[in-house]
C-alpha cells in the first residue's frame, strides 16, 4: 500500500501562486508515476498534471500549461505543484495520487493510491 497526504492548499487572490506538496509513504516502489487531479463540487474530477518517479517525465492538461509546474523530491518522497498565475477557474479540492501503470498518465482509473485532498481558493 502507499499512503498519501497533501499539504500546502489555502485562499490566494486571482494572479498569486501557491505550492502544494505531497508526501507518500508505504510501498513507494512500486510506484510508476505520481498526479494532481482536481474536483469542483457536483462535477468529476480532472487531471491537473503528473511526473513519473524515475525519470521525473512531466504531462500536463492543456489549461495550466505555462502556469503550473510538477516536481518532486525522490530523496524526501515527496511531489510538488507550484501553480502561479492563479485564476478562479483554478478552485478546486486539489487531489494526489500515484499510479503503479506506465500507460494513461492522465486516467483517473489508472490512478490506485489517493490522498484525502486539500482545498485551493482563488478569489477574484
Known amino acids: 500500500q502507499v499512503q498519501l497526504v497533501e499539504f500546502g492548499g489555502g485562499l490566494v487572490q486571482a494572479g498569486g501562486s501557491l505550492r502544494l506538496s505531497c508526501a507518500a509513504s508505504?510501498?513507494?516502489?512500486?510506484?510508476?508515476?505520481m498526479g494532481w487531479f482536481r474536483q469542483v463540487p457536483g462535477k468529476e474530477r480532472d487531471f491537473v498534471a503528473s511526473?513519473?518517479?524515475?525519470?521525473?517525465?512531466?504531462y500536463y492538461t492543456d489549461s495550466v500549461k505555462g502556469r503550473f509546474t510538477i516536481s518532486r523530491d525522490n530523496a524526501n518522497s515527496t511531489m510538488y505543484l507550484q501553480m502561479n498565475s492563479l485564476t478562479p477557474d483554478d478552485t478546486a479540492i486539489y487531489y494526489c495520487?500515484?499510479?503503479?501503470?506506465?500507460?494513461?498518465?492522465?486516467?483517473?482509473?489508472?490512478?490506485?493510491?489517493w490522498g484525502q485532498g486539500t482545498q485551493v481558493t482563488v478569489s477574484s
Open positions: 508505504g510501498r513507494i516502489s512500486i510506484v510508476y508515476r
Open positions: 495520487a500515484a499510479s503503479t501503470l506506465i500507460y494513461n498518465p492522465s486516467t483517473e482509473n489508472a490512478y490506485a493510491y
Open positions: 511526473i513519473t518517479r524515475s525519470a521525473g517525465n512531466t
